[in-house]
């Protein structure tokens, strides 16, 4: 089973209104997967080596917690899977991660919010 490795980016395209978007690199065997976080920050407001949104920004601390969150939430599923060894890709866990967001289906997505 290969390794698989969390981390967060920030991503390569600049929106029209400055910003980018930080994403959750999921990387196993060189095949990388992206997840966005739903938080896009400027650039000065994004420290690149500590991987981690600079306290200039004023949502820094709730952009924080929504990161550790969806750390733990990926690291989470690989380590599930991984303790029933099973095997799991990261298109694998991008996809699980999605779904706790989005849910299996319209349906339930609307049940929710009714």
């Known amino acids: 089973m290969k390794k698989v490795t969390f981390k967060?980016?920030?991503?390569?395209?600049?929106?029209?209104?400055?910003?980018?978007?930080?994403?959750l690199r999921i990387t196993q065997n060189r095949s990388k997967r992206y997840v966005d976080i739903g938080f896009p920050i400027k650039a000065e407001d994004w420290n690149s080596e500590k991987c981690e949104v600079r306290k200039s920004h004023p949502l820094w601390r709730e952009i924080d917690m929504v990161m550790q969150n969806?750390?733990?939430?990926?690291?989470?599923?690989?380590?599930?899977?991984?303790?029933?060894?099973?095997?799991?890709?990261?298109?694998q866990i991008k996809h699980q991660l999605k779904k706790e967001l989005v849910g299996d289906s319209f349906l339930q997505y609307a049940d929710i919010y009714v």
């Open 8 to 23: 967060y980016v920030l991503d390569s395209y600049v929106k029209a209104n400055g910003t980018q978007s930080i994403l």
């Open 70 to 91: 969806e750390l733990i939430k990926a690291q989470r599923i690989y380590l599930t899977e991984i303790s029933q060894d099973r095997p799991i890709s990261a298109r």
